[in-house]
T-cell receptor, first 112, second 122 residues
Framework: QSALTQPASVSGSPGQSITISCTGTSSDVGGYNYVSWYQQHPGKAPKLMIYEVSNRPSGVSNRFSGSKSGNTASLTISGLQAEDEADYYC????????????FGGGTKLTVL | QLQLQESGPGLVKPSETLSLTCTVSGGSISSSSYYWGWIRQPPGKGLEWIGSIYYSGSTYYNPSLKSRVTISVDTSKNQFSLKLSSVTAADTAVYYCARGWRIFGVGGLDYWGQGTLVTVSS
């Protein structure tokens, strides 16, 4: 069981917007601005899409945005494209037990 | 362009020690800005953070694995390594090395190796 909870799957049509949630606790998502989001295509390494809640690394499309409210972080993808179909993982710093990094269970995005 | 490459045996026997090395090219592992970490992904499952190391040798481990994990760094070779002892079939996974920033990489993991599959089986 993952420390952060994500929906198993989400879907959307090309051009639409979707949001993936990542729910934790005040010991992780809610307590710190260290939430990251990763995109993973089959057989590939994860790619950093959002860091520190809402920042985009250089080269990542501005169609990807991140936010946080309370203990839940969100990744929004606007103007869905076929290439966005992938697994998405959130991660966060956690102060639970020994401080470390925790990941969500992952969300499969299907572009219809 | 920074590149990370994992290397090591693809098959390990139960109860033995898994050993992997990550070679960093295109940049220095001794940069004061970054931490170097290991993440794994069992087949068909999600990501799990194993731990990370700073070039000075400071280490940070997932508490669920801490008793079996050792991460070390060799700045002269621009490499860092992972050892996981007493492995079982549950340790079968693709193992990734990655670069991160902020303490032990909580700021984000921006460069990843391609990953290497390690199977635990007799």
């Amino acid at each position: 069981q993952s420390a952060l909870t994500q929906p198993a799957s989400v879907s959307g049509s090309p051009g639409q917007s979707i949001t993936i949630s990542c729910t934790g606790t005040s010991s992780d998502v809610g307590g710190y601005n260290y939430v990251s989001w990763y995109q993973q295509h089959p057989g590939k390494a994860p790619k950093l899409m959002i860091y520190e809640v809402s920042n985009r690394p250089s080269g990542v499309s501005n169609r990807f945005s991140g936010s946080k409210s309370g203990n839940t972080a969100s990744l929004t993808i606007s103007g869905l494209q076929a290439e966005d179909e992938a697994d998405y993982y959130c991660s966060s710093y956690t102060s639970s037990s020994t401080p470390h990094v925790v990941f969500g269970g992952g969300t499969k995005l299907t572009v219809l | 362009q920074l590149q990370l490459q994992e290397s090591g045996p693809g098959l390990v026997k139960p109860s033995e020690t898994l050993s992997l090395t990550c070679t960093v090219s295109g940049g220095s592992i001794s940069s004061s800005s970054y931490y170097w970490g290991w993440i794994r992904q069992p087949p068909g499952k999600g990501l799990e953070w194993i731990g990370s190391i700073y070039y000075s040798g400071s280490t940070y481990y997932n508490p669920s694995l801490k008793s079996r994990v050792t991460i070390s760094v060799d700045t002269s070779k621009n490499q860092f390594s992972l050892k996981l002892s007493s492995v079982t079939a549950a340790d079968t996974a693709v193992y990734y090395c990655a670069r991160g920033w902020r303490i032990f990489g909580v700021g984000g993991l921006d460069y990843w190796g391609q990953g290497t599959l390690v199977t635990v089986s007799s």
